[in-house]
Nanobody, 115 residues
Framework: QVHLVESGGGLVQPGGSLRLSCAAS????????MGWYRQAPGKERELVAS???????NSADSAKGRITISRDNAKNTVFLQMNGLRPEETAGYYC?????????WGQGTQVTDSS
């Protein structure tokens, strides 16, 4: 079992920045990839970015150039640095990790446009 806890969400003005964190606990040695999805009201959950244990990344086209994912394997933590946030990026942001064939999810953290 792996337990994920996100933090760092909040209100942000258009063009502003936020840094989300997700800490994993439990059977962390089994974790390969970690990452973030987001889900806006009335929309499907979509990938923002993911990163493997060795640092290979994958991100949505809309995120490239503005959003960076990184990972601290020693602390079992993944980060999402978001710059130039857009109002349409208001959403619940959910951390996930893959452990073998099992995907775990965090409870989510809300990012909201303050304008």
């Amino acid at each position: 079992q792996v337990h994920l806890v996100e933090s760092g969400g909040g209100l942000v003005q258009p063009g502003g920045s936020l840094r989300l964190s997700c800490a994993a606990s439990g059977n962390t040695l089994s974790i390969n990839s970690m990452g973030w999805y987001r889900q806006a009201p009335g929309k499907e959950r979509e990938l923002v970015a993911s990163i493997t244990r060795v640092g290979n990344t994958n991100s949505a086209d809309s995120a490239k150039g503005r959003i960076t994912i990184s990972r601290d394997n020693a602390k079992n933590t993944v980060f999402l640095q978001m710059n130039g946030l857009r109002p349409e990026e208001t959403a619940g942001y959910y951390c996930h990790c893959n452990s073998g064939l099992v995907r775990y999810w965090g409870q989510g953290t809300q990012v909201t446009d303050s304008s």
